[in-house]
C-alpha cells in the first residue's frame, strides 16, 4: 500500500500550512532525506523530507494550496500500488504464464514511448536548479533514461559563462565591432538582430526582469504591512551612558567563555528589559479587539538575520533566568535560526522584541511593532560622544535606545519611564540584581 505524504506539524500552535513549492514531481524516484517541498505559516518556511524511499505516485496538494496538519499532499510507493480512497486505482500488474514458443516471425518495430509529461530529475538537481534559478529544459540529462543529476546542473552553471550565439551573429559581430557579451538575447542565444540593434545603440531597459520573492520575505511583507496600519506608532530615542555594561561583560566575559557560552550586550539588554517589563506590565502586554492582555512574564525575542530577511526567535521566561541561562538559550535559538532548524515554538509566544542595528553603524531608527506585542526596542551603535558631566566635557560611549511603542496603550508617558527605567538599570546594571 502506497504511503502518505502528510503536511508536518512545525510547531505546537500550527493548525495549517501552505505548500510553497514542490521540488519533485509524479514518477520521480525519491530517498529518504530528499526534499520533497517546502512548507510555509504565516512565521517560518522549512523544506519537508522523504520518510521512505519509493516513487512519487500522486500529489494531491498543488503548490499555493493551504491545508491542515496532517492532511495528506501526496503519496510514494511503488509504480503500480493502489492509493488509500482514491477510486479507480490499480494493483500492481501481476505477472503473466509465459506463452508457449512460437514460430520465429520478424520483430515488430517498437512502439515509440509515451512522451513524458515531466522532465525527469533527482530532487537534488531540482532544488539546486530552483535556488540557481535555471531552467531544467535547458538541461541534457545524463542519467539513465535521460534523467537530470546534480553533476548535470553544475556542468550547466559552468557552462553558462560561455557567450552562445550563431555564427552569423559572431560574423556581424566582428564585422561591426560589437562585443557579443554586452548583446541582449530574447532567446538566450545571441542572434544577428541582436548584434544589429547593439550596433544600433537601441536603448536597453535598465530593469532586470521580476522575480518571485521567496517565502520568508511575503511573510515578512505581510505581517510588517499588516503591522504597520494596525498600531498608531510613536518612536522615542533616549541615550544611555554604556560604560557600566561595557565593564560588566568585559568582567563576564572570561568566566562565561569557559563554559562555553559567549555574552553579547544584547543579552544584558534581555536581562534588563525584563525586570521592566514586570514593573510596566502595559508594555509587556496585547492589544486585541478592544481587550488588553497583560503577560505573566517576559519572553524576549531578538530579530536574527537569515538569508536577506529577519526571523525573531525569542527566549520565554526572560525575567525568571539568570543572566547565563539567557545568553546561552538565545545563542542556541540563533544558531537553529540561521540553519534553517527553529521552529514555530521558538519563535511564537513573545512579548516583547530587540532588534539591534549597532554592528551596522546606525545611531538611529524606528522599529516596526512585531504584531500582537505593543512595542519594540532598537539597539544601535555605541560610539564615543563628547557629554557634559559637572560642568566638564567627557567623551563616554553613548548609545541610543529607541523605542517603538503603540500609543493606543504605551502613551508617550508610559513610554518615556519604560525608557528612563531601563536606562536607570543599564548605567548601573547592579540595580538588576536587587
Known sequence: MAEAILMPKMGMTMTEGTVEEWYVHEGDQVHVGDALFSASTDKLTNDVESQADGTILKITAQAGDTVGVSAVVGYIGQPGEKLPDMPGAQEAP???????????????????AAA?????????????????????SQIIGTGPGGRIKTEDVEKYIAGQSEVKASPTARKAAADLGVDLAACQAAGGRIMKEDVLRAAEGEPESNDLPPQKVDPLRRSIAKNMTESWHTSPRVTYTHPVDMTAVIEMRKRLKPEMERTGIKISYNHILMKACARVLMEMPDVNGSFKDNMLTHHKHANIGLAVAKGDGLIVPNVKRCDEKTLTQIADEMNGLVEKTRSGRAGMDDITGGTFTISSLGPYGITNFSPIINQP?????????????PVVRNHEIVILPMMNLCLTADHRVVDGVKASKFLERLTRILENPYLMLT
Open 94 to 112: 501481476q505477472a503473466e504464464a509465459p506463452a508457449p514458443a512460437a514460430e520465429p516471425a520478424a520483430a515488430a518495430p517498437a512502439a515509440p
Open 373 to 385: 506585542e505593543l512595542a519594540i526596542l532598537g539597539v544601535c551603535d555605541i560610539v564615543e560622544t
Open 116 to 136: 513524458s509529461k515531466e522532465i525527469k530529475a533527482s530532487p537534488a538537481a531540482r532544488k539546486m536548479a530552483r535556488e540557481k534559478g535555471i531552467d531544467l
